[in-house]
């Protein structure tokens, strides 16, 4: 068992450790499934967040949804990923935390996601902490208890 010997660490504001907005590659509401698709490939993401107009964070979309939205009875309709809007196929129902939670609530949450999506009050998108930014703070917590 880990004992901390300080709470400090687990009531570390998170925004110490997010990948802000600017460089998180994301797409809006009205864009084509083919947009998102393209912007997917070349990230090489498992999944991008979904804006709308005013930057207010609305979901995320990955390849998945993207493919099973163009899957016909006997072959995948490509012609149809330029019809289809992000906003139509986006994951809306999704874990987000606010900017100024502590590293206690983020550690509880990313257990069973990749990434957690940073609203504020005005849900505006703040950019995401990943799972793996949290378990490197968790490791380097580990390893200073040691000394």
Do not use: W
């Not at 490939?41 to 804006?51: E, H």
């Not at 998945?64 to 906003?87: C, F, M, W």
């Amino acid at each position: 068992m880990i004992s901390l010997s300080s709470k400090d660490f687990l009531e570390t504001p998170i925004e110490d450790y997010i990948i802000s907005s600017e460089k998180v590659a994301h797409v809006q509401m009205g864009n084509s499934a083919e947009h998102a698709l393209l912007v997917l490939t070349k990230t090489g993401y498992s999944a991008i967040p979904v804006l709308d107009s005013k930057y207010r964070f609305r979901g995320l979309i990955n390849a998945q949804r993207i493919t099973d939205a163009i899957l016909g009875l006997d072959h995948i309709e490509y012609e149809r990923l330029s019809d289809i809007r992000v906003e139509e196929i986006m994951e809306k129902d999704l874990p987000l935390i606010h900017i100024n939670e502590r590293f206690q609530k983020a550690l509880d949450m990313v257990i069973n996601q990749n990434f957690l999506c940073v609203i504020d009050d005005e849900e505006m998108f703040m950019g995401i902490l990943t799972r793996r930014v949290v378990l490197k703070q968790l490791k380097k917590q580990i390893y200073q208890l040691k000394k």
